[in-house]
């Protein structure tokens, strides 16, 4: 067992764990968060997905350790209901939202991407969200509130 300290979503927090243990335990365990979501476990699916630093991770991988000393950002972190984030406003906007056990993944991978893309292409945007799943089968609705917030962030 290790003392870990890191900051969510701009709150400072310590959790007691096995180092190894990964970054999503911490979250939804130990801090009690709804968010991220467990998928798959593997990295494949991306529900899992947060920033670490500001780069998108899947947190079902990456060891508790890794994050010490470091800023992890969850979808909760992204924008508030007041002031949601140009995706999440996305979102609202185009009705994507099924069963919603994905969103997390997609909106936290899309948001890193947009913060270094300002005007991607349909094959740009395809392919940065590559290896995501979502089993409602909402993927032309994603791709047009990804395409949306770019505009809107542009």
């Known amino acids: 067992m290790a003392s870990i300290k890191f900051a969510v979503d701009g709150k400072a927090v310590t959790v007691n764990a096995d180092p190894n243990m ?4 911490a979250l939804r365990d130990d801090l009690k968060m709804g968010n991220p979501h467990f998928g798959c476990g593997l990295a494949q699916c991306g ?6 630093e500001g780069e998108a991770v899947r947190s079902c991988v990456m060891p508790v350790s890794a994050v010490a000393g470091k800023k992890v950002t969850t979808l909760k972190g992204l924008g508030t209901p007041e002031k949601p984030h140009p995706l999440q406003a ?5 009705q994507v939202p099924q069963c919603g056990y994905c969103i997390n993944g997609w909106i936290m991978t899309a948001a890193a991407f947009l913060r ?3 005007k991607p292409t349909d094959a740009e945007i395809k392919s940065a969200l590559e290896g995501l799943k979502c089993r409602c089968g909402t993927h032309v ?3 047009k509130a990804v395409k949306r917030a ?3 962030m542009g």
């Open 22 to 25: 990964p970054l999503l335990y």
């Open 47 to 52: 529900a899992c997905t947060v920033h670490l």
């Open 141 to 143: 609705s994603i791709l």
């Open 90 to 94: 996305a979102y609202v906007q185009e």
């Open 150 to 152: 770019a505009t809107m």
């Open 116 to 118: 270094d893309k300002k």
